[in-house]
């Protein structure tokens, strides 16, 4: 699942959540209130699930792929330390500079 991939599934999870929300409010002229506060419970409740449901899934993909590339970049320091060393080096500099700047 890539980045695109995850936000294109959330841009289509909140705009059917808000179509669904548009369609009851608008048909809240034709329907008594009780009836209108049963049916908003219910698309509302079933909007939100699947929408926990579908974020819970990214935010575990997310967490996987982020300790995958945590491990790979540990075991490359302790392979190469001196690489590790002239790369945090290098992004000190850069953030110095970057500093010294303002």
């Given amino acids: ?6 936000s294109e599934n ?5 705009k059917n959540l808000a ?3 548009e369609e ?6 034709d329907k008594s ?3 209108l506060d049963k ?3 219910q698309k509302a409740r079933v909007a939100l699930d699947i929408s926990r449901e579908k974020l819970g899934d990214s935010g575990k993909y997310l967490a996987q792929t982020t300790r ?4 790979k970049a540990d075991g490359y320091v302790r392979d190469n330390p001196w690489h590790g060393v002239g790369i945090g080096a290098a992004i000190g500099l850069a953030i110095g500079m970057l500093i ?3």
């Fill in 19 to 21: 179509d669904t929300l």
């Fill in 33 to 35: 209130k009780g009836e």
């Fill in 10 to 14: 959330l841009r289509a999870e909140l």
């Fill in 39 to 41: 049916k908003l419970r």
């Fill in 68 to 71: 995958e590339a945590a491990q």
């Fill in 1 to 6: 699942m890539s980045k695109d991939t995850s």
């Fill in 100 to 102: 010294s700047w303002r």
């Fill in 24 to 29: 009851v409010l608008s048909s809240s002229t």
